[in-house]
């Protein structure tokens, strides 16, 4: 099954409000870190996150080891927000590879 | 910032061809991937290395060859390119394994005719 599971696999938003993204984990994940896709294919580091929280403009994450989920809040979302957003955990087992969820797909229009 | 420089940025070869793609690093990190992604299956790992002279299977591996040359250098060998291998592909270094933030290059894409 799915390692990193996220949710949901595509949303679509108005430009203004708000909404969240979440990644559920069934490894025991020690940090976490997402990713932007934008539309023309680069990938931009958004958060990397030891258990907590972590903002930056408008958006805010979370990570939670003990529930094993980890979340990404926008707010006030803009066109420039629409892409593909990424996590990815590091097992608590050591392996040096990261583990990605499948991705959430965001519209952000006017 | 991090940087990560990829090239080619486009490559159209034809089946059976030789490639190699290049990633060099700036950063002094210790950790460079490589990195496919299809429609469908997300960012799967092809090889990893931690360091000049190292090289760790991933999990998509067959078909392909991996060299690091130099704690910069990384190179993706496809010796006998295969429709399949159609993909784009994405570099990465990192300070520290799984416990760093990984740095993404501005990708590759291949098209094997």
């Known amino acids: 099954g799915d390692k990193v599971k996220q949710s949901p696999s595509a949303l679509s938003l108005q430009e203004g409000t708000n909404s969240a993204l979440r990644c559920n984990f069934s490894?025991?994940?020690?940090?976490v870190q997402w990713f932007l896709q934008n539309p023309r294919g680069s990938l931009i580091n958004l958060f990397y996150?030891?258990?907590g929280t972590k903002e930056n403009g408008r958006l805010k994450s979370a990570f939670d080891s003990k529930e094993s989920y980890s979340t990404l809040h926008i707010r006030d979302a803009q066109l420039e927000d629409s892409g593909t957003y990424f996590c990815a955990a590091a097992d608590q087992g050591g392996s040096a590879k990261l583990i990605f969820g499948e991705g959430t797909k965001l519209t952000v229009s006017s | 910032e991090a940087a990560v420089t990829q090239s080619p940025r486009n490559k159209v070869t034809v089946t059976g061809g030789n490639v190699t793609l290049s990633c060099r690093q700036t950063?002094?990190?210790?950790?460079m991937y490589w990195y496919r992604q299809d429609t469908g299956h997300g960012l799967r790992l092809i090889h990893y290395?931690?360091?000049?002279?190292?090289?760790q299977i991933g999990d998509v591996p067959d078909g392909y060859k991996a060299t690091r040359t130099t704690q910069e250098d990384f190179f993706l060998l496809l010796e006998l390119a295969s429709p399949s291998q159609t993909s784009l592909y994405f570099c990465?270094?990192?300070?520290?394994?799984?416990?760093?933030?990984?740095?993404f290059g501005e990708g590759s894409k291949l098209t094997v005719l």
């Open positions: 290395s931690y360091g000049a002279g190292n090289l």
């Open positions: 990465a270094s990192s300070p520290g394994g799984n416990t760093g933030q990984l740095y």
């Open positions: 490894i025991a994940a020690t940090t």
């Open positions: 996150l030891v258990p």
């Open positions: 950063n002094s990190h210790n950790y």
